[in-house]
């Protein structure tokens, strides 16, 4: 498990109330009760959490993995392909 991936099901549990055996990384948003404005709300928290500005143009995600995918594009492209530390405030 990677730490993005870690810290995004932190992030779904605690915000979205979702059952964490649920989360898998091909599991799809919409199955798990997250729409397009729900996936809009968790890129805001992805923003904070992860320190990083996100594109204001519109990106289709449809599983958890590619949100993954797409924070981890977003990480490198602003801060290096060295690893980062992630808040993770409770």
């Known amino acids: 498990m990677t730490n993005t991936f870690a810290v995004l ?3 779904l ?4 109330q ?3 055996a649920s989360l898998t990384l091909d599991a799809p948003l919409e199955a798990l009760g997250i729409d397009s404005l729900g996936v809009a709300e ?3 928290t992805v923003e904070d959490e992860f320190s990083v500005k996100l594109s204001p143009d519109s990106v ?3 599983t ?3 949100v993954v995918r797409y924070i981890d594009e ?4 602003q801060h290096g392909s060295g690893v ?5 405030s409770a």
């Open 42 to 44: 968790l890129l805001f």
């Open 9 to 11: 099901c932190t992030i």
């Open 64 to 66: 958890i993995g590619e």
């Open 84 to 88: 980062r530390a992630v808040r993770t």
């Open 60 to 62: 289709v995600l449809t």
């Open 74 to 77: 977003v990480i490198a492209a």
């Open 13 to 16: 549990v605690k915000d979205y």
């Open 18 to 20: 979702i059952d964490a």
